[in-house]
């Protein structure tokens, strides 16, 4: 223990399960000295189970993980150096919070003293002091999560593990221990292993987020890369709110290279200098964010057609266009906002889409 | 008007499962003419029952006898059985399904069709005559174990996630996360099988034959039956008098976990 900070490397990881379920299929990452890591995927995508692999609550079915320069595959979790927040908490309902955090500690056998001093400084931080005799059903869902937080931190482990810690929390105080879970990994500069399906977790505390879907990675990137620069269409439509635009169409050379769907309602105008992959011809899916559709006039429009909903935010508004057999979602400023019914006149920005091939759903490459 | 008649139901109730064990007590202390009558308050009171069976058996050496088999049993059977509940309930394997019907299995099988084998077996093992044969056949049962494995399985995975990442083994888990938090389950699988235990007769009759080794029960039903109470109804409530006391004292102790492990395990008695 307090052997300081250690990194995360799984290498072409497997879980199959004996019923011949693939929970996790070929999976290889590497969490940096002192990162936090954020694994983001809908329910089932198997992150849990990655994380229960990296804990050594589930074997590995094929290839290794390692922390540090150690592989692990065969060590029970106790002696991985690891910590785990589970989304439940899991706090001991028959001890209190005093004895919920320094159990980890007597089963080490840490001196007294020494359990005390960490115990007592793991609460000041997590302002828990004067809850250090309550038992468990007597705390509201936010200090619980605090305990189990601070059930990890006492430990000081190398590796910090969060299941989803946040996701019964309402959705104040799961902001505020967003900002505090942030905190903490700035001040113990521990790796941290996180899994979530709220991409706003994902956005806010990832300095690197690995995408998942169906067991296998779909991407690994810092926030910024996965929204802007999105590998496939799964990873593209998972990250954003609301949704990316999909719109199914082929490539077309009419006045030179255009990207024509939803039977010729739209049409967008290509610079092929900027894709070098693609041809005419090709059958594509055409994405573009909400915030990357412009309201514009009638002659500058790529796209136009009813006003079916508007969702007013505040500042901005969501617009829901009708485009042929689809509804195009645009970002737009609330004061100027078409009411429903009226005809929207809408521009896609063309620095700002994405290609995807109708085929495989991978991305195709886009230079500049 | 309708509480009255609740009341008046209840208490009916109350004193058609109670009057006869209200009369056994009081009969005990009845002058053996006036029992038959089934009074309530007799002409004296007397000790002279008891003062007979204290005298014509070894009461405390049978006491003694059963108490000692009882305990033995009963936290043998809590220590093992809650081992194989939690293996069931918490640990994955194969054959785990398998082995839980077997399990079962055992249960519809009648004692009785078990009983040459195992006499069998404890006379083999020479452990006729001693208290050896009296505990080690019921060291383990499946009733505990169904009754634990259902209790533990309302034990949330995460829990004992985090206490095996806390640093505990199999074993710690199940004596300081999974015990603490079965306390009704314990109570009623102690309960039902220090009060099998107690109560047995049948078996100590067919491995036990000198007097030392002989357990309560056994002595009370080879006393009223074998004519060692030499037709008196009298001395034969005062002994089985004796026999229901510890019984009854720990039920009264217990009622409150044994109650509500029945009312919240999903198990109707």
Request: neutral net charge.
């Amino acid at each position: 223990m307090g052997r300081g900070i250690a990194g995360i490397r799984l290498e072409q990881v497997w879980k199959i399960y004996d019923n011949g379920y693939v929970a996790v299929a070929d999976v290889t990452f590497e969490a940096a000295e002192g990162e936090f890591l954020v694994l983001l995927g809908p329910s089932g995508c198997g992150k849990t189970t990655l994380l229960r692999l990296v804990a050594g609550l589930e074997t590995v079915s094929r290839g290794t993980i390692r922390i540090g320069d150690q592989v692990v595959n065969d060590v029970p979790p106790r002696d991985r150096d690891i910590a785990m927040v589970f989304q439940n908490y899991a706090l001991y309902p028959h001890m209190t919070v005093y004895e919920n955090m320094a159990f980890g500690l007597k089963l080490r056998r840490v001196p007294k003293a020494e359990i005390d001093r960490r115990v007592r400084a793991a609460a000041r931080v997590l302002e828990l002091e004067h809850l250090l005799d309550r038992r468990p059903h007597q705390l509201s869902g936010g200090q619980r999560q605090r305990v189990a937080v601070g059930r990890a931190i006492v430990r000081e482990p190398r590796v910090f593990l969060f299941d989803e810690p946040l996701s019964n929390l309402d959705a104040r105080l799961r902001v505020e221990m967003r900002a505090e879970l942030a905190r903490l990994h700035r001040e113990l500069g521990r790796t941290m292993l996180y899994v979530t399906h709220d991409q706003v977790e994902a956005m806010t505390l990832g300095q690197r987020i690995v995408v998942l879907n169906q067991g296998r990675v779909q991407q690994i990137g810092t926030p910024l890369d996965v929204y802007h620069r999105p590998a496939n269409r799964f990873v593209a439509g998972f990250i954003g709110n609301p949704p990316m635009n999909f719109i199914d169409g082929r490539l077309e050379r009419l006045n030179g290279l255009r990207f024509v769907g939803e039977g010729g309602h739209v049409q967008v105008p290509l610079a092929e200098a900027e894709w070098p992959n693609i041809q005419p011809g090709q059958r594509v899916t055409l994405g573009v964010r909400p915030e990357a559709v412009i309201p514009t006039t009638p002659e500058r429009a790529t796209v136009q057609g009813p006003v079916e909903t508007v969702e007013v935010l505040g500042a901005v508004a969501h617009l829901y266009v009708r485009v042929g057999q689809t509804t195009v979602v645009a970002q737009v400023d609330a004061a100027q906002c078409p009411a429903p019914e009226q005809t929207a006149y809408l521009h896609f920005d063309s620095t700002r889409i994405h290609l995807f091939d109708a085929e495989t759903g991978q991305a195709l490459l886009r230079l500049a | 008007m309708r509480r009255l008649l609740l009341y008046l139901i209840l208490g009916i109730g109350l004193v058609v499962f109670a009057y006869p064990f209200v009369w056994m007590g009081i009969a005990t202390f009845t002058p053996e003419a006036e029992i038959p009558e089934l009074t309530l308050l007799p002409s004296r009171w007397t000790l002279d029952h008891y003062r007979l069976v204290f005298e014509r058996l070894p009461v405390w050496r049978g006491l003694l006898n059963s108490l000692v088999v009882a305990l033995a049993v009963t936290a043998s059977v809590l220590v093992f059985t809650s081992m194989a509940a939690y293996a069931l309930a918490k640990l994955h394997w194969r054959g785990r399904e398998t082995v839980f019907s077997i399990i079962l299995f055992t249960m519809m099988v009648p004692f009785l069709l078990l009983l040459i084998p195992l006499y069998t077996l404890v006379v083999r093992l020479g452990w006729t005559d001693s208290l050896l044969g009296l505990i080690v056949p019921f060291m383990m049962n499946a009733t505990g174990v169904l009754i634990l494995r259902q209790s533990f399985l309302t034990i949330p995975r995460d829990l004992i996630d985090a206490a095996r990442i806390d640093g505990c083994g199999e074993l710690r888990i199940l004596f300081t996360i999974v015990w603490p938090l079965s306390v009704p389950a314990l109570v009623t699988v102690g309960l039902l099988t220090f009060i099998g235990s107690w109560n047995e007769v049948l078996w100590p009759i067919i491995v036990v034959r000198e007097v030392q080794w002989m357990t309560l029960p056994q002595l009370v039903a080879l006393f009223a039956v074998g004519g060692g109470a030499e037709g008196q109804l009298g001395p034969q409530l005062a002994a089985a008098f004796l026999l229901a006391l510890p019984i009854v004292l720990a039920y009264l102790f217990f009622q409150r976990y044994f109650i509500q492990s029945f009312a919240t395990g999903g198990l109707k008695g």
